[in-house]
C-alpha cells in the first residue's frame, strides 16, 4: 500500500505530459493550416482572394515562353520576374472578369462548353496531379477556367464601341504605303552579273550602240539560268526577274526603285566582288483595295485593343490590388 501514492505519482506526470504534447500538437496544428491559408492566395482584388492555384498557372505559361519560344535559359531571378510578369497578368484577368456583372453579362450554354473544354485541356496538358499541387480542386479549376472565358466577353463587349475614326484611318493608311513602298511594289528587270569591271562596261557600251540587253544577258550573265526560269502561259520562259532576287545591295535597290521603265543602270560593284548592270522593265503594284483590307483590318484591332487597354487603366485606377507579400515578395 506504501507504493500506491507513487504509482499515481507517475500516472499524474505521464498524464500530464501527454496533455502537454498534445497542446503542442494541436498549436504546430494550427500554425500549419494559419500558414497553409496565409500561402494560399497570391493577393487580393477588392478584398476578394486570389488563389496562388491562378498564379501558378500564369507563372507556369511565363515560364514556357521563356524557356521554349525565347530559348532563355530560366534562372532563379527569371523566375522571380516571370512570376511578377505573372501577377500582373492575374490581376488583368480578375480585374476584367469582375466587369461582368456590371456589364449584365453571364455564362450561356455555348460558354459553358467552352468552360468544360478549358477544363478538359488543363487537366489532358498539366495533368491533375499537378494541378492538385497548384492547389487546385476540381471546383476551383472549373471557377478559374469561367474567369477566363468572361474576360473574353468583357473585352468583346467592350471593343464593340469602338469608334474608327475616317480621316486617321485615311492619313495612317497613306503613310503605310509610303513607308511600305518597297514591300507594295514590285520591280522587274533584265539582270546582267560578270566578274569583271573590264566586262561590265563593255556590255554597257554594246547596249548604248543598240544590243538588246536581253542577248547579252543570256551569253554574259553568271546567275542567268535558263532551267530555273519560270514559264508564262504560253509555256515561255520569263526572263525579267525580281530585282530582290539578285545580289544588290539595299542602296542598290532603292537606285532600282527610283528608275522608270526602260531605264538602264551604270555599272554596280557588288557585295560579292562581282559587277551588274539592269534595266527596269516592269513595275507590279500591289492591289491597293486588296492592301487597305489588310490594313483597315490591322488598324481596327489596334483601335480596339487600345480602347481595352483604356477601360483597363480605368478599372485598375477603381481597384483595391494588394500582393500577398508571402508568396510574391515585397
Known sequence: MAKKPKANSQNNTIRGIIIAFSAIIVVIGALLIWNNRNVSFAGTIDGQRVPVAHLNVFHQNWIDQIHFEWGIPVTDDIAVMARGWAWDELVDLWIVSNQADLLGITLTADDMLQVDEIVDSYNSFFGREHLRAWGFTNASLRRFAERLVLQDLVAQRVIQDVIIDEYELEEAFEAFLVEHAFELQTVFIY??????????????MQIFMGAPIVELMREHSLVYDPLALPLDEDGEPIEMINAFNTALNSEQIGTVFAMGIGTLSDVQMLDNGNFALFQVVDVEE?????????????????????LLENHLLIWRAHTDVTQNSRVLGD
Open 191 to 204: 539582270y546582267i552579273e560578270v566578274a569583271s569591271m573590264e566586262l561590265a562596261d563593255q556590255l554597257l
Open 286 to 306: 500591289a492591289d491597293r483595295e486588296l492592301v487597305f483590307e489588310f490594313f483597315y483590318e490591322d488598324f481596327t484591332l489596334a483601335a480596339q485593343n487600345q
